[in-house]
């Protein structure tokens, strides 16, 4: 697959403000399903949705536990890597960026 196309489709699963809440809640830890529906305060549907998403693009993995399905980042490095693009999104000036919604917290920081 050629590389630019191979990172569009990356940044398409990355591109929903949804899939990013999921991503810097799950953060370095695994989550059940349960947990990030109280998190994030999202559907359990919605939530069922994106992560089957961000699973089938290899964003996430999985681990069975007894009944329990628990999710985490395949690549923790993702984190940094976001953190680093949020800066660059922040220091746009022509575009209004909503910080409450996706700030760099500081242990993104310590990834760099």
């Known amino acids: 697959m050629d590389e630019s196309l191979k990172l569009q489709m990356f940044f398409q699963t990355l591109g929903d403000a949804n899939r990013l809440k999921i991503i810097k809640y799950i953060g370095e830890k695994e989550c059940s399903v349960s947990e990030i529906v109280e998190s994030t305060r999202m559907s359990q549907p919605l939530v069922s949705h994106h992560l089957r998403t961000l699973r089938e693009n ?36 022509e575009k209004e960026v909503d910080s409450s919604m996706f700030s760099v917290p500081t242990w993104w920081r310590m990834h760099w």
């Open 58 to 93: 290899q964003v996430l993995e999985t681990k069975r536990v007894g009944p329990f399905v628990y999710y985490k980042l395949k690549d923790s490095r993702l984190l940094s890597a976001l953190g680093i693009l949020f800066e660059i999104a922040n220091s746009i000036e």
